[in-house]
């Protein structure tokens, strides 16, 4: 009987792989909370999509584990392009950080496409004494963990950013993770942790509030949201660059023709003006090109890019 009832399953998701596609919604599971860089994205590419495709495509956030509750809901699903996955830097560090996870975070997905990429403010709240970079990486060494950093987690895309910080001026803080980006900035505003280089989505309203202060941004070119804030390059971390990118995956075993249709909607998106001004407007950066040859190299570089990195500096 369980057996009749696995090959009913089976055939009747085959069949419909074969079949119009899509022919129901398509749910994309975002790997953080809402409100974050990955997640505002998702969105924004999923009212497109819904358009493009003719049915409806939504959005479900599961966050936790670096990332891994979300890739492995998707890495257990059915590959007939119902089921996507749009996820950030953490899915190229899980082997470092969480190696007793069941599936593969390159061999049971099928890559689809590079999304975008949203470079980070370095900012702190206006408890923290410090005027400038310079007087914050000074107050930090000579106060060792005295100050809390908060983030979306281990192996998050601020996370490890914040850890090459680390790395880069010998500063040393006291990590604190959270859900979602915006619960970790919510406790910035209020002065619970001291600083957060996160996405400039979410901490550059609360910088033109004066709730908070810049020091810096991440991207090698300064940001047109906060023309006046300097980079980390500029600063004399030569060639510094981190941001939280986002990618779409599928299941393994996808049929090429669903990933095809899959990224011509994503294509379309990207090249409407509507939804390019809104990625500027929202300070993310245009993927340099789409398409699963591109993402998987992509997702090659990072891995060793940034796999050391979350090797080396854990979970804690």
Not at 57 to 72: F, M, R
Not at 200 to 220: E, I, T
Not at 243 to 260: H, K, N, Y
Request: aromatic share 6%; hydrophobic share 45%.
């Amino acid at each position: 009987m369980g057996a009749a009832l696995t090959l009913s399953v089976s055939a009747g998701s085959l069949a419909r792989a074969q079949g119009a596609y899509p022919d129901k919604p398509v749910r994309v599971t975002v790997s953080y909370g809402p409100g974050g860089a990955i997640d505002v994205v998702a969105r924004i590419l999923a009212e497109h999509m819904t358009n493009t495709l003719g049915k409806p495509v939504l959005v479900d956030n599961k966050p936790g584990a670096g990332s891994t509750i979300a890739a492995e809901t998707i890495a257990r699903s059915v590959p007939d392009g119902y089921s996507l996955l749009v996820t950030g830097m953490a899915h190229s560090v899980i082997p470092e950080l969480f190696p007793q996870v069941t599936f593969d975070p390159v061999k049971s997905f099928q890559p689809i496409s590079h999304l975008g990429v949203m470079p980070f403010v370095l900012a702190i709240h206006p408890a923290v004494p410090a005027t400038d970079f310079a007087s914050f990486i000074a107050y930090m060494k000579a106060n060792p963990n005295a100050i809390n950093c908060g983030s979306a987690g281990p192996g998050s895309s601020a996370d490890l950013g914040q850890m090459l910080l680390a790395k880069r001026t010998a500063i040393e803080f006291v990590r604190v993770p959270y859900r979602s980006t915006p619960a970790a900035m919510n406790d910035l505003v209020a002065g619970r942790v001291g600083f957060m280089m996160d996405s400039q989505n979410v901490l550059v309203p609360h910088v033109k509030s004066g709730a908070l202060r810049a020091l810096a941004v991440s991207s090698l070119e300064r940001s047109r949201l906060l023309p006046d804030v300097p980079t980390l390059d500029e600063l004399g971390l030569k060639g510094f660059e981190a941001g939280s990118w986002q990618a779409m995956l599928a299941p393994a075993g996808t049929p090429r023709r669903i990933v095809d249709k899959i990224i011509g909607s994503i294509e379309a998106a990207l090249n409407d003006p509507a939804i390019s001004n809104r990625y500027i407007e929202l300070g993310y950066q245009l993927p340099r090109k789409v398409g699963p040859e591109a993402l998987a190299a992509f997702l090659a570089v990072e891995a060793a890019k940034w796999g050391p990195l979350a090797k080396a500096t854990g979970t804690g």
